[in-house]
């Protein structure tokens, strides 16, 4: 169940670092930290990834859906471990990496630490969900300086106890999450300012060729530069004309927010 | 027009992109570096994923397409392509992040609580605008399908319908935001390439030079047009550009040049017309909204708004001259697809045709690849926006409060196999037509049916539930009446006519309606929480 790969030592002060994002896999990884420090009388640090990605709502449930029959549960990590280790007396302190690659993360927080080992659990995927997700597990294996214990698997019998702590902490769906926001009063009249002075400022001349070259047809056409006529200068220097108003915008309302702030 | 090295650079640049598909997110899991997904880098990840998707077939094949054969007219598709993320910029980007929802449907019922019409409306209008939008995806694959193998147009589109739904439904949705980076790439660098290849070849290195020969040409379109019923028309395959010109020139002496606004849009309410659809329509646009998601920050929201303009606009720029550069080089090839009646090709094929005019097979497969993938990459974008909102608006709002993650994932599926099939069958009834024309009767429906309605959401405190749902019932039945009857060359509707675009007439009829009816009733939803949500400090 447990494999141990040696590397270079951690700081030789009794710490193991967790990696958890409160899966099934991930609470094997837990009760086995907790294990070894009791039995070598270390502390515990926990990390979880929170991965900062840029894709879509559907993307993430479809990825959450295929993952399901992997994770098996989907708890707060750290909490977890905490309310374990609280019931097993062994000291747990948690960390949280608000950003991704997962494997990179974990790394980071163990370059910080230094711990004497690293504790992770392998999901066991196979097939397209192995293909297309890869290892973080083994990312870490291979790239850790420190010394790495890999959980095999899951154990239900093994995780039974903690299994029921999981259950009370576990993470709400994206939907249920719902950020409380005091009320206060809201200046929109400036906003709205900013806002309309950008925008006109690109549609007054953006309109005006449309009239232009509907009502003044013959101007248009007049060559201004070389062979370029009136129109055809106006479409190109709309361009730069956008970019100015958007740029000019942004650094108004940044202004503005710094003020506000 | 087959070989085998431009084959070989379409499946290899199709490849990249289903591997890119397959393995992307494992290397966002697994890398051991900082080096994807970070912080300081996210907003021009996220530039570059909104200008990928948003730089679809219309963009690369249809703009410079259109110009090719239509002239100065059609610089305004680029131009309100660009205009409208300035529109996004200003009114709605940052408050929606702030808000932190992104479909029409969620951000009207986060201020008003409840109301399934509203979400169901939602939900209707994206689908509808998203269709419209897959519609000439579909269409400019088919003709490029049918340029590169010589297929028939039909095996084309059905081909490529059922590849764009299996990557979609298999892998493709999960990594859409890299392949929209890749292509966003991909796509610019292909277009500078033929630009500079085009320009230092047979201009001298002049980019003004382009525009003095453009000055003396007959736009082929209006050419063909009317060479169509002249029982003396020469064989064009047998000139060269300058003798086709020249012909055609000295034959219609009297009629515009390419640089001569009207040829297209030939009065003040057409050209306004098309100005007010595209400019207001990239707002309205789901999957654009949709990608907003995806920026970290509200402050990101911004700056990745800006790196999206400077990107496209200088896309757009680059557009100009090479479809008058390609209306010259290739103006014998445009008046003989006209006249034997292969307008499916003449009007979307300008630039892999000037590509392989000033790069051979190696940028025609370039072209040709690019263009495909960014096809799969929009496509893909348009029909998960389409699943996300049936499965999550829909479905389980409406039909199944108690969906599981699993049906509604399945749901979604359902609905991109749909949509997707619907799309074939309208590609196959629209083959001819422009791609970018296409586009911008797309952005007419997005600017009336859910840039008024999230407009006045976001910015007017007075609005009603009723108001909103009166401002998206009336541009979605004005805006589809008018589409409709362009599409079937109604001349007018009720005694009013049929201009290239809806939007003039739509988006104000949205605008009252929503004005009206606030004004008539009283119910102004959570006002002062989504006010808050939307404008407090970040």
Redesign the interface.
Known sequence: MVSLMNRNQGNGQGVILLATDGSKPALMATKKAIELALAFGSMVHTVCVH?????????R?????HE?QFMGIHAHGNMVAQEYGRIRGVEVVTHTE????????I??CAKKLRPDMIVIGNSGRSG?ER??????A??VM??SPFPVVMTKGIDEAYIEDILTIAQKVLLP?VEEVE?L????E???GR??GL??T??LA??IP??G???F???W?DV??EPV?????V??LW??M???M??L???A??LM??RR?EG?? | MTSIVAMSLVIGLIAVSIGVAIYSRRWSRTSSEFYVAGQNISWAQNALALTGDYLSAASFLGVAGAIAVLGIDKTWDGLGYFGGYIVLLALLAVPLRKVGKFTTSEVLTSRFKGSRSLRFGGMAGAVVISTFYVVPQIVGAGALLQLLMGWSYTLAVIIVGVLVIAYVTTGGMRATTYNQIIQGVVLWSVMLIILILTVTTFFGADLSGIFSIAEGIVPPQLASDLLMNDPNVPDFTQMSASQAVEFVSAKFPMEPNAITPGVFAPDWMNVMALAVGLVFGTAGLPHVLTRYYTVRKPKDARTSTIGVLLLIGGFYIMTIFVGFAAMYLLYPELMNYFLTGQSSIAVNMAVPLLAEKVGGQVLLGLAIGGAFCAILSTVAGLLITIGTTVSHDFYKEVINRNATDRQEVLVAKLAIVAMGIMGMVLGLGLANQNVSYLVTLAFGMAASIFFPVLFMTIWWRRYTRQGALATMLVGLIVSVIFVGAALVGSGAVLGIPVLINPALYSLPAAIVAGVVVSLLTDDVGDVDVFMNRAHGKD
């Open positions: 991965e900062e990605l840029p894709t879509t709502s559907l993307e449930l479809d990825e959450a859906v399901e608000e950003t991704g690659p997962v494997v990179a993360a790394l980071g397209w293909i297309s997700l890869g290892s973080v083994e990312g291979k790239h769906t950020e926001i005091s009320i206060g809201v200046r929109m906003a709205m806002s309309l950008a925008l690109f549609l953006y309109f060729l449309g009239i070259s509907s009502f047809r248009a056409i530069l070389g062979s370029m006529n129109a055809l479409i190109l709309l361009f730069p956008g970019w108003s958007a740029i915008y942004h309302v940044t927010e506000r702030a």
